[in-house]
């Protein structure tokens, strides 16, 4: 790294503190066999980003973190399974955005949300200053597809779910139906007892 342009040292930045504070640790308490690459760069960005996102309540932090959990297959992956037969299941899919031969796999899911379609790039990737539509795999950065999942999160006001403790709502308006309801429900139960 290079030093040209410091200005000297500066004091460390003070790890995140408190019960509903996001650390490495505890999402590895979450996922114990999360993938550090995926882990780390979510807990260095998680606090700052979910004071922007109000994601302020243990009940909205829980839900997150379950659905994502999920979503990333155990923070496992930032890309959905599967190779270019399977995405060839989005092309022409009108309601992604899909227009355009290739789109399928172009715009296949990725993020901890798993987010396809060429518009869910664009619009989202416009909520959070990166241009996605060109550049779609900038949304398999941990950072950048945390942004995208709590921009997601925010328009689909998915806080009001997740202040009923309602996991089959916030399901359906993480994934569009009740996939995976149990293993979310799962880590949903998991998260409680880490974030209290």
């Not at 399977?86 to 798993?114: C, E, S, V, W």
Request: hydrophobic share 40%; aromatic share 8%; net charge positive.
């Amino acid at each position: 790294m290079s030093m040209r342009g410091s200005r000297g040292p500066t004091a460390p930045v003070a790890p995140p503190s408190g019960p509903l504070a996001v650390t490495a640790d505890r999402l590895r308490r979450l996922v114990p066999s999360g993938k550090p690459a995926i882990i780390a760069p979510i807990a260095e960005s998680f606090d700052r980003l979910a004071a922007r996102y109000d994601i302020a309540t243990r009940l909205r932090l829980c839900h997150f973190l379950a659905q994502a959990a999920h979503e990333s297959d155990g923070f496992h992956t930032l890309t959905e399974y599967g190779g270019p037969a399977y995405f060839k299941r989005y092309d022409g899919r009108r309601d992604l955005g899909n227009t355009m031969p290739g789109d399928g796999a172009r715009y296949h899911g990725r993020g901890i949300f798993q987010l396809p379609g060429r518009f869910n790039y664009r619009r989202y990737g416009a909520l959070i200053g990166v241009d996605l539509e060109h550049d779609p795999d900038r949304a398999m950065e941990p950072s950048i597809s945390l942004a995208i999942a709590f921009a997601y999160w925010r328009e689909r006001d998915i806080n009001v779910a997740a202040d009923a403790d309602d996991v089959v709502r916030v399901t359906k308006l993480i994934n569009g139906g009740r996939t995976g309801l149990a293993n979310r429900t799962r880590l949903l139960a998991v998260a409680k007892t880490i974030w209290v």
